[in-house]
Structure formats: C-alpha cells, structure tokens
T-cell receptor, first 110, second 112 residues
Framework: GENVEQHPSTLSVQEGDSAVIKCTYS??????FPWYKQELGKRPQLIID?????GEKKDQRIAVTLNKTAKHFSLHITETQPEDSAVYFC?????????FGQGTELSVKP | NAGVTQTPKFQVLKTGQSMTLQCAQD?????MYWYRQDPGMGLRLIYY???????DKGEVPNGYNVSRLNKREFSLRLESAAPSQTSVYFC???????????FGPGTRLTVL
C-alpha cells in the first residue's frame, strides 16, 4: 500500500550542529518529494522539495537527497539555529496523492 | 492575496451534530485538499479535488463529505460528528496535483 515512514520521531541537537531526518516510501513510481515545516500552532509550510529526476537539491542551510533505488530521501539542516525548532514532515506523491510521514519534532538547544 | 482561508478557527460539537468547514483560496489553483492532523500521525488526506467539478476519496474519508462549490471554494461536511473526529483540520490548495501545496490556518474541532 501507499506508505511513508519517517525517522526519528524526535531529534534534539545543539545549536550549530547538523540535523538529519530520513524517510522511506513504498511506490517506485513516486516522482515528487516535498518537506514541510510546522511551527507550534501554525500551518505546515514548504521548505524544500525535490523531483525524481534530481538526486540532490540545496537551499542555503537546507539540503535534500533522494535515492530512488533504495526508495528513501533525507533532509539535512546544517548550522542549526533555535528558530529551526519545529515539526518537520516529509511527503511523497504516490497513487495520485501526497502521502505524509508521521513527523519529526526537532529541538535545537542554544 | 489572502492565500488559503478557513472558517471557523475553533468549533465544539456534541456527538451527532453536523457542521460544515469552509475553505477558500484566491491563488487560482486547480487542486484543493482536506487533511486531518492528529498527534503522532502526521497529516492524513480526507478528500481532494484535482480540478473544479471533481472530488475523490483520500486515506480517511469515512464520516465526511465534500463539495467543490467552484474553483475557489472546497467545503468539508461532517453529517453526524463522532468523538473520533476530534482533530485539527487543514485545507490546502496547489496549482496542479504534484505541485507545492499551500495550507490554510486550520480548524480545531472538538467533538464531545
């Protein structure tokens, strides 16, 4: 079935360290993989996305990598800052729908 | 541009009551979506409308109905609310199906 697994569910890092969140998907035909950030009490907002014809994409301190063979993709945040603290969701376009992972609560300690 | 708007922001219902959640977007997007968000379960798709005049079931459609009133508006109806429908509901829209989705501010619904 359509499934996106996300790990870890919680992640705590020191300010300035890197954070990595990993997701796996089930449908080999998936072609679009966005990442959303949701601050407490607010709506999810897109931070970066990648399509299946690209292996890596960067935007300042954020990068996403995609391994189509293994059906997994990852979010990398470098030089973390306290304002990066939030819940992050991966998603994969599968079966004509966007399927979300369960979320990772990232805490950046000053 | 207001983006995606939702009403109401908060609602408390008794079991068995009905209500409609309203959603509108002013970005001329073709596709619209309704999600529910529960702790530890991410965002789950209830229904979606790929284009005006069409609607399809998502992952968790039971107990809900939708109407794509026009290109701008997409409503979600609970005919007979149950405590299991206590959740935060988000509406979203995108230009086309596998494009960035823009979310509304959410509706926090409690069913007693």
């Amino acid at each position: 079935g359509e499934n996106v697994e996300q790990h870890p569910s919680t992640l705590s890092v020191q300010e300035g360290d890197s954070a990595v969140i990993k997701c796996t998907y089930s449908d080999s035909a998936s072609n679009y993989f966005p990442w959303y950030k949701q601050e407490l009490g607010k709506r999810p907002q897109l931070i970066i996305d990648i399509r299946s014809n690209v292996g890596e994409k960067k935007d300042q301190r954020i990068a996403v990598t995609l391994n189509k063979t293994a059906k997994h993709f990852s979010l990398h945040i470098t030089e973390t800052q306290p304002e990066d603290s939030a819940v992050y969701f991966c998603a994969a376009w599968q079966g004509g729908k966007l399927i979300f992972g369960q979320g990772t609560e990232l805490s950046v300690k000053p | 541009n207001a983006g995606v708007t939702q009403t109401p922001k908060f609602q408390v219902l008794k079991t068995g009551q009905s209500m409609t959640l309203q959603c509108a977007q002013d970005m001329n997007h073709n596709s619209m979506y309704w999600y529910r968000q529960d702790p530890g379960m991410g965002l789950r798709l209830i229904y979606y409308s790929a284009s005006e005049g069409t609607t399809d079931k998502g992952e968790v459609p039971n107990g809900y109905n939708v109407s794509r009133l026009n290109k701008r508006e997409f409503s979600l109806r609970l005919e007979s609310a149950a405590p299991s429908q206590t959740s935060v509901y988000f509406c979203a829209s995108s230009a086309n199906r596998d494009n960035e989705q823009f979310f509304g501010p959410g509706t926090r619904l409690t069913v007693l």
